[in-house]
């Protein structure tokens, strides 16, 4: 099973830019999908982007595209996600997972990270 690990989350000012990472400990991502979910206090966990491992091809939440960036890094092994433009309701724990096919739909997904929160102040 493949342990994904995410960093990078802290607090920040609305307005403000913030990057999270993820990367499988101890092996290469063998995913051919990766994806980033949040879950805010309260509420269910929602899709936020999701990239291909391979080509690159990528989709967005509606709520976050045009401000969020998906990426990855292929030789160093690294999923990420840019986050500008943030607004209070950003506020989440940002949660990595990796899947067999590009979707939005968290039960695809087959391995997970715990999780980084992410706090955008007002």
């Known amino acids: 099973q493949v342990q994904l690990v995410e960093s990078g989350g802290g607090l920040v000012q609305a307005g403000g830019s913030k990057s999270l990472s993820c990367t499988p400990s101890?092996?290469?991502?063998?995913?051919?999908?990766l994806a980033w979910f949040r879950q805010a206090p309260g509420k269910e966990r929602e899709f936020v982007a999701a990239?291909?491992?391979?080509?690159?091809?990528?989709v967005y939440s509606d709520s976050v595209k045009g401000r969020f960036a998906i990426s990855r890094d292929v030789a160093e092994n690294t999923l990420y996600l840019q986050m500008n433009s943030l607004k209070p309701e950003d506020t989440a724990h940002y949660y990595c997972?990796?899947?067999?096919?590009?979707?939005?739909?968290?039960?695809?997904?087959?391995?997970w990270g715990q999780g980084t929160q992410v706090t955008v102040s007002s």
């Open positions: 101890g092996r290469t991502f063998a995913a051919y999908a």
């Open positions: 997972a990796g899947g067999n096919i590009l979707t939005q739909r968290m039960s695809t997904y087959d391995y």
């Open positions: 990239i291909t491992w391979r080509g690159g091809r990528t």
